[in-house]
């Protein structure tokens, strides 16, 4: 099992950049393929991006392309996940994860074995 833990979450307003961390210990992080995800007040969770293990492929959910950049250091445990020009629908608390393996699957939720407890963002307009 792997520990996750989020940071880094804030209110900004809209236009505005923040930057996400998540810091992982326990099971080895480079053997990790890791995951952005996110649930605003009374929706579903849903999938913002995922990177392999060693971070030779990336996936973004059509609604963050362009705008968020996913990224790793192996060295540091540590998942990133860039956001910029936020805009109010991006509000959310937004949770890592983590599974093993990388396929098609890699956008669903319920592929992850192991989550943080989240961090909030919040994008005024």
């Known amino acids: 099992q792997v520990q996750l833990v989020e940071s880094g979450g804030g209110l900004i307003q809209a236009g505005g950049s923040l930057r996400l961390s998540c810091a992982a210990s326990g099971r080895p992080f480079s053997s990790l393929t890791m995951g952005w995800f996110r649930q605003a007040p009374g929706k579903e969770r849903e999938s913002v991006a995922a990177?392999?293990?060693?971070?030779?492929?990336?996936y973004y959910a059509d609604s963050v392309k362009g705008r968020f950049t996913i990224s790793r250091d192996n060295a540091k445990n540590t998942l990133y996940l860039q956001m910029n020009s936020l805009k109010p629908e991006d509000t959310a608390i937004y949770y890592c994860?983590?599974?093993?393996?990388?396929?098609?699957?890699?956008?669903?939720?319920?592929?992850?074995?192991?989550w943080g407890q989240g961090t909030r963002v919040t994008v005024s307009s």
């Open positions: 990177i392999k293990w060693n971070g030779g492929s990336t």
């Open positions: 994860a983590a599974r093993a393996g990388w396929d098609p699957a890699v956008g669903d939720y319920n592929y992850f074995g192991s």
